[in-house]
């Protein structure tokens, strides 16, 4: 019975930590966006534009996913790829951990960045993989929208989805 207490809060503790890599993403990037507002509003009034011409482009910004808003949409949309990614990455860890050898894959997003694909095909430990970097971990360019992953290398891929 202490075991599977023992388990569950475990289980408790890694979706809290997930929970909180989302939160923090989105919470810097909200402080960001409302930096960015308010130095707009700022620029606008000192430029003599007045509040209802303010009200209207930031209106259009808005309506258009323009700049600002566009930039806060993409925002919360990276944290919630990154906390998917880092649950995921928590579930492999339980189930395999270090036992089976694993293989970066690309999971064919349009672009490619240069350093997950010089990792396609490659194979390693589960813990040399988290000490080098994970997919979506941060560590490359594409930072959070990386959508690569390991999976056990005895997982053979379809010929359609080889890179």
Same mark, same amino acid.
């Given at each position: 019975? #202490?075991?599977? %207490?023992?388990?569950?809060?475990?289980? +408790?503790?890694?979706?809290?930590?997930?929970?909180?890599? #989302?939160?923090?993403?989105?919470?810097?990037?909200?402080? @960001?966006?409302?930096?960015?507002?308010?130095?707009?509003?700022?620029?606008?009034?000192?430029?003599?534009?007045? %509040? #209802?011409?303010?009200?209207?482009?930031?209106?259009?910004?808005?309506?258009?996913?323009?700049?600002?808003?566009?930039?806060?949409?993409?925002?919360? +949309?990276?944290?919630? &790829?990154?906390?998917?990614?880092?649950?995921?990455?928590?579930?492999?860890?339980? &189930?395999?951990?270090?036992?089976?050898?694993?293989?970066? @894959?690309? &999971?064919?997003?349009? +672009?490619?960045?240069?350093?997950?694909?010089?990792?396609?095909?490659? @194979?390693?430990?589960?813990?040399?993989? %988290?000490?080098?970097?994970?997919?979506?971990?941060?560590?490359? @360019?594409? +930072?959070?929208?990386?959508?690569?992953?390991?999976?056990?290398?005895?997982?053979?891929?379809?010929?359609?989805?080889?890179?």
């Amino acid at each position: 019975m #202490a075991d599977e %207490e023992q388990n569950t809060q475990d289980l +408790k503790e890694e979706d809290e930590n997930i929970l909180l890599w #989302a939160t923090l993403g989105i919470s810097f990037g909200i402080d @960001v966006f409302i930096t960015r507002i308010e130095r707009e509003i700022a620029l606008l009034r000192n430029a003599g534009v007045s %509040e #209802a011409a303010i009200l209207n482009i930031l209106g259009n910004d808005l309506a258009t996913g323009g700049r600002i808003f566009g930039e806060l949409r993409n925002t919360i +949309k990276r944290g919630i &790829v990154s906390a998917t990614m880092h649950a995921s990455r928590v579930g492999q860890d339980r &189930v395999y951990g270090d036992s089976v050898e694993m293989q970066w @894959v690309s &999971v064919g997003s349009p +672009k490619i960045c240069p350093d997950c694909e010089l990792r396609i095909g490659a @194979v390693r430990s589960w813990d040399e993989w %988290e000490t080098i970097g994970l997919p979506a971990s941060g560590f490359s @360019v594409c +930072k959070e929208f990386c959508y690569c992953q390991i999976i056990p290398s005895s997982i053979s891929m379809p010929s359609s989805l080889e890179l």
